[in-house]
T-cell receptor
Framework: QKEVEQDPGPLSVPEGAIVSLNCTYS??????FMWYRQYSRKGPELLMY????GNKEDGRFTAQVDKSSKYISLFIRDSQPSDSATYLC????????????FGAGTRLAVHP | EPEVTQTPSHQVTQMGQEVILRCVPI?????FYWYRQILGQKVEFLVS????????KSEIFDDQFSVERPDGSNFTLKIRSTKLEDSAMYFC????????????FGPGTRLTVT
């Protein structure tokens, strides 16, 4: 069983739509959950991270963790063409300072 | 805003040659990492480095790979004898530690082995 699973998409939405990106993970010991955005042939850019369960909001982005179902989500409100990128979920393997385990990434296209 | 920088942005080398990829982590960060991403695949962990020594390495990080922090600012990844399958994007990352788990990535070095 893969440690972090993510549907690779692609996901295509019209400008202004609400986007929902999701990952599942297998190890209940995972505590921190991160979302990165990656433009083509660029480095991953940290969007936000959450600790344990609950929601965290930053502008148009909301990260949500449901530890009971091992499910993490990123919602993008009022999506813009500039949001077109690959979105990666990641979690440190154990504790806060260890290697990040990445999902495969979901490719998002927001069309005008 | 502080950022991780990497040089070169693109390196082309012949199979069997040695390459050194360079990174300057964010200045007050204590933990340093190398990851790689083969085209179309996941970002994969290679090695983590803390307090001047390797803290963890993956199965990919065999004897052909080494890391070094030669001075107070640079962090390097050396591949001694490159293989075709080493062609990938290599990303350096750093984190503050001290209760801050977020890792910040550099723009990457695209390594092409011919």
């Amino acid at each position: 069983q893969k440690e972090v699973e993510q549907d690779p998409g692609p996901l295509s939405v019209p400008e202004g739509a609400i986007v929902s990106l999701n990952c599942t993970y297998s190890n209940s010991a995972f505590q921190y959950f991160m979302w990165y955005r990656q433009y083509s042939r660029k480095g991953p850019e940290l969007l936000m991270y959450t600790y344990s369960s609950g929601n965290k909001e930053d502008g148009r982005f909301t990260a949500q963790v449901d530890k009971s179902s091992k499910y993490i989500s990123l919602f993008i409100r009022d999506s813009q063409p500039s949001d077109s990128a690959t979105y990666l979920c990641a979690t440190p393997f154990s504790g806060g300072y260890n290697k990040l385990i990445f999902g495969a990434g979901t490719r998002l296209a927001v069309h005008p | 805003e502080p950022e991780v920088t990497q040089t070169p942005s693109h390196q082309v080398t012949q199979m069997g040659q040695e390459v050194i990829l360079r990174c300057v982590p964010i200045s007050n960060h204590l933990y340093f990492y190398w990851y790689r991403q083969i085209l179309g695949q996941k970002v994969e962990f290679l090695v983590s480095f803390y307090n001047n020594e390797i803290s963890e390495k993956s199965e990919i990080f065999d004897d052909q790979f080494s890391v070094e922090r030669p001075d107070g600012s640079n962090f390097t990844l050396k591949i001694r004898s490159t293989k075709l399958e080493d062609s990938a994007m290599y990303f350096c990352a750093s984190s503050e530690g001290q209760g801050a788990p977020e890792q910040y990535f550099g723009p990457g070095t695209r390594l092409t082995v011919t």
